[in-house]
């Protein structure tokens, strides 16, 4: 394989969708957001995105069934006549520079081939979270924008670097004079973060106009606050071992001069 | 050279064949099965495989002859009127990312033009062996899987990934909706492994109903014990050592403190 | 994306034109230089220039608008009847070694399409700076070299190699049998260096015969200078302690021994 | 510029030639031989060679003068009748595994166009050398390995990896069914090697039947010696300084515990 490729599994025609990308990063936000709304949509696999330049292994599957890496693209047909939704997420991003832009130039092809007319993007924004986490956007232009400020997201702090997939999009989108926006939601971002996740697609949903129930979330939230709870307790723990050697090792030297 | 070139030696017809890919990885186990299976079968080498992906260096031999690095692909008419073996070996894995999925599609390239039904891959899987290393097995589908399963093959654990060649033919293949298989002999890795070698000759003989002598692996099973026997009371030595060194160290501490 | 692209945005011809190229370097004096020049003229915006080989990511400005890297190519029409200017400055380089040959190509390809007969690139040279930074200078031929030499530039140091665009845009400029320039200002190099700016383009005005008032670039020398002071002072003062800290260590030691 | 460019300067019809490679590496040997034989033999430039995979900077000569990483290749035509030369040497080699690869075939390509029968590659083979350096030769086939061994070579330990372009060259050489000899000097490597040099066109003298005077070398060849002792002593007295530092922290040690 020499190139990025779509393989389409089923061929849809859209009058007018919107696109949302969410892949692995920061908190795996977008992944768990995109994986969510799939799930709680009933959208159908159309196709999947394959690319030399993903890592060169391959996954095994439970039934012991192996694949490439590569992304998925999922179609929901909007009944209420407003933009169907196509959702792209997958196991990984391209490792290399170049691969980085050819593959979110393949998925613009892809989506405006599909009569796209916004791409949405999820991300994280690595911050120490009190309450809730805010939704940081930046778009293509100043229309789009205002709707997500509308719905309750902070302007992006500018000088602020985009990195990967999610910030290609939109700057790729930006040339071809696509709709685009990036939607980054704060994080500490060590591990899984369904409660930002939560609060993009709720987000999203005011924007869209979708109507998803999100408390099938709030199952991963209470396990994932368990989690860190846990890892603060064993942090503290060793802060204060530390704390107690640092000590020992300067009444010894002390000791000693 | 800029693109993996196939060079065919001798032009062969075959109605229905099978491709073993046993290149160096872990335990050289891939490299070891398919060598020995080129030399018991008598196989004929019908084409040379060179990538600009390889490493930049080339080789001598003994008669003082210069060669690239290359994979070699032998030939073997199977009388029995089942499938033909076509068996690929060489000196090294692609270097780069897309230079591995280059070559990997180069070789299906070439396998399909032979009529190729079922790729068969093989490799290591680190692990600690006991008694007789295991093989764990995963496939395109259900029904290959299950034959290298009733051969004796265990299903391969999920999640696990499937690095190099090894495990990108089988992805590729799954694309090109070819048959595809991949077997990992469980070795500890650090040495070549002719009897994780033999385990895998003895599990495809069962499947592809080869009959091959697989005694004369025994010679190189035994010289492969008697190194690690060797090196397993160096390490030893080295462990006391080290304990020893460490209880001085502690006592000249607690002197001076 | 797959390859460097040049987006017009308008349309000019020019019977002949001077590339000057300004892109962030050592002391960023040619994109202080060149943005100073632009406003100064109130050159038109009429190209950008694309790269998949510039660094993934995408930056966001104070309106929440987000773009990807990119350079950006300005035009002034000489009323003089002399060469017009075309000027070259951006976020960035190119990330890669065939990168930065594949943009500079890209560069010089859209220089040729609009009559450019000379390309003058502008970098930094690491320097310990008493006065007045030295210009030093190298050419694709004797007679422009002496054109700099007699506006106050000196002969570049033989065997110095000049890295990136500054350097690859004057070598292939030469092999296109194009005229081309570069201008290396001595530069500490840990700052921006306005005053490193100022120069050049002091020596830029009498060479290419421009009527630019360089007064605007004072405000800004004035306060590098401020940062500089603060950041030797810092630096002295760390060094004292140090050096305490070096002696304190001594007398612990001795007193050991 | 996007690939590895032959320019031709001046263009020659030969009806038999030779290609002598000896681009930077270990010793330089290859670098000086070649330069050396261009300059005795008089031969003429007749091209250059350029290429997106050499390193991203420029040269700057004592004019001022800026030109690229490049290839220079030489021609001499042969008075006597027998096979003319075609001498290549250079700057760099490239910097990547796809570019060596890519400058290789470049090479090979102009060689064939120029009716080059055989090529002859020189590079160096680190080891001590107490008298005079053999030279190690590996081939493409036996006829022009046994020529050079008659000469005076000795064949190449089987094993020995040979890399860069010197290795490269032979190795596609082979792939194109063109003959090819690469031959590698022994030498300490550290520095400049000029005795290597010669005692590799000692061996070409004789195996091309040139008539080359060597004499020229012996200058070169006593300043790299008058170097080496130099080094060998401020190498023995770092030793025994470090031998006494030594010591004196054992006692310290001692004193303490």
């Known amino acids: ?112 081939a599909k009569n796209v007319k916004l791409v949405v993007t999820i991300g994280g924004f690595r911050k120490e979270v009190e309450d809730e986490p805010q939704i940081l956007v930046s778009a293509t232009n100043p ?32 040339l071809r004079k696509m709709d685009a926006i990036c939607l980054l939601v704060e994080t500490s971002g060590y591990l899984s973060d369904p409660r930002a996740a939560k609060a993009v697609l709720n987000l999203l949903g005011k924007m869209l106009e979708l109507d998803v129930d999100l408390l099938g979330l709030d199952k991963e939230i209470l396990k994932s606050e368990r989690i860190e709870e846990r890892m603060k307790r064993i942090e503290e723990q060793r802060k204060i071992s530390a704390e107690k050697r640092r000590k020992m090792e300067e009444e010894k030297v002390s000791y000693i001069s």
Do not use: C
């Open 1 to 112: 394989m020499k190139e990025t490729t779509i393989v389409e599994k089923e061929r849809v025609e859209t009058e007018s969708a919107t696109l949302i990308e969410g892949l692995p990063g920061l908190g795996m936000i977008g992944k768990i957001a995109t994986e969510y709304l799939v799930k709680q949509l009933g959208a159908r696999r159309i196709a999947e995105l394959y690319s030399p330049h993903f890592a060169y292994y391959v996954l095994v599957n439970k039934q012991g069934s192996i694949r490439l890496l590569r992304s998925v693209l999922h179609y929901w047909k909007n009944e209420k006549g407003r933009n169907d939704l196509i959702m792209l997420t997958g196991d990984s991003q391209a490792q290399t520079i170049e691969g980085q832009y050819e593959v979110a130039g393949a998925i613009l092809d892809f989506a405006q």
């Open 143 to 174: 229309v789009i924008l205002h709707k997500a400020l509308e719905a309750g997201a902070k302007g992006s702090p500018s000088g602020n670097p985009i990195v990967g997939t999610a910030g290609l999009l939109v700057g790729l989108a930006k």
